[in-house]
Nanobody
Framework: VQLQASGGGLVQAGGSLRLSCAASGTIFSFSTIGWYRQAPGNQRELVADVTPVLSTNYADSVKGRFTISRNNAKNTVYLIMNSLKAEDTAVYYC????????????WGQGTQVTVSS
């Protein structure tokens, strides 16, 4: 699976952005897709993920503000980010993973999100 992340940018605090993660390959719809972020000096952390059966999981810091969704027909996962805060500033990466055969663990290139306060 090859992943292409897009949609980052500069936004004021309180604003919104929508990130997209477009994938190639039919195994996409059978993989859990996650958005991760990494701020300077910090470890990469999970922001949200969505399973093939549409179960979602969110970091406590983004619950109620971010929404993850997937469109398997378009091989795309979205992360809608509302009420952005300065602490959301980071490089955001998407990941596809599947533990059953065929195994998948792929990362897209990052997209920068900068929230000005």
């Amino acid at each position: 699976v090859q992943l292409q992340a897009s949609g980052g940018g500069l936004v004021q605090a309180g604003g919104s952005l929508r990130l997209s993660c477009a994938a190639s390959g039919t195994i996409f719809s059978f993989s859990t897709i996650g958005w991760y972020r990494q701020a300077p000096g910090n470890q990469r952390e999970l922001v949200a993920d969505v399973t093939p059966v549409l179960s979602t999981n969110y970091a406590d810091s983004v619950k109620g503000r971010f929404t993850i969704s997937r469109n398997n027909a378009k091989n795309t996962v979205y992360l809608i980010m509302n009420s952005l805060k300065a602490e959301d500033t980071a490089v955001y990466y998407c990941n596809a993973r599947r533990s059953a055969n065929p195994r998948v663990d792929s990362w897209g290139q990052g997209t920068q999100v900068t929230v000005s306060s």
